[in-house]
T-cell receptor, first 111, second 118 residues
């Protein structure tokens, strides 16, 4: 069945450094969503990408959807302590149906 | 607007006990979901309800049952709890499941229930 793999599992950075998490699917996706979960909190929706090669920005966050629609990335420029948390990608297959979540990347930021 | 609410927030069960986790949303959403979150495993879908009156299995349905009581409420039942069911459980809802052109709909998550089975 459809699988969504996310790497790395953990990332520790110094405040001000950049951060990237990658999401790869075993099958072509119709769309991908990204969520952020603060420590002790619940996942909160960040963005959705639908088109092949799509790039979207939210302030210091840049989201990309691969040309083949099988991978995606989230890049944070100049991390801040407020970026701490776990970032999840979630993809939906071309046949429709529900989202499949990746394992998440836990980001810690050292001030 | 409370969004998605879950009860209880914490629960400790003994092996073999049963319990029901409650979830309600006030956003008039059609689709609702139950996930479990374990370290290193991400969010795994247990059951979902695409619309009122329907329920379907997700990735890890064994040991669980669900009821879509009405459009607002979606409960998760553990009939005979096992230590492997120790986890954080999240309920979520979305306007619809998804569309081919538009993609999926944003999911709104509840605060979670921390369940320990001893």
């Amino acid at each position: 069945g459809q699988q969504v793999m996310q790497i790395p599992q953990y990332q520790h950075v110094q405040e001000g450094e950049d951060f990237t998490t990658y999401c790869n699917s075993s099958t072509t996706l119709s769309n991908i969503q990204w969520y952020k979960q603060r420590p002790g909190g619940h996942p909160v929706f960040l963005i959705q990408l639908v088109k092949s090669g799509e790039v979207k920005k939210q302030k210091r966050l840049t989201f990309q959807f691969g040309e083949a629609k099988k991978n995606s990335s989230l890049h944070i420029t100049a991390t801040q302590t407020t970026d701490v948390g776990t970032y999840f990608c979630a993809g939906r297959g071309n046949q429709g149906g529900k989202l499949i979540f990746g394992q998440g990347t836990e980001l810690s930021v050292k001030p | 607007n409370a969004g998605v609410t879950q009860t209880p927030k914490f629960q400790v069960l003994k092996t073999g006990q049963s319990m029901t986790l409650q979830c309600a949303q006030d956003m008039n959403h059609n689709s609702m979901y139950w996930y479990r979150q374990d370290p290193g495993m991400g969010l795994r879908l247990i059951y979902y309800s695409a619309s009122e009156g329907t329920t379907d299995k997700g990735e890890v349905p064994n040991g669980y049952n669900v009821s879509r009581l009405n459009k607002r409420e979606f409960s998760l039942r553990l009939e005979s709890a096992a230590p492997s069911q120790t986890s954080v459980y999240f309920c979520a809802s979305s306007e619809f499941l998804g569309q081919v052109v538009k993609g999926s709909y944003e999911q709104y998550f509840g605060p979670g229930t921390r369940l320990t089975v001893t």
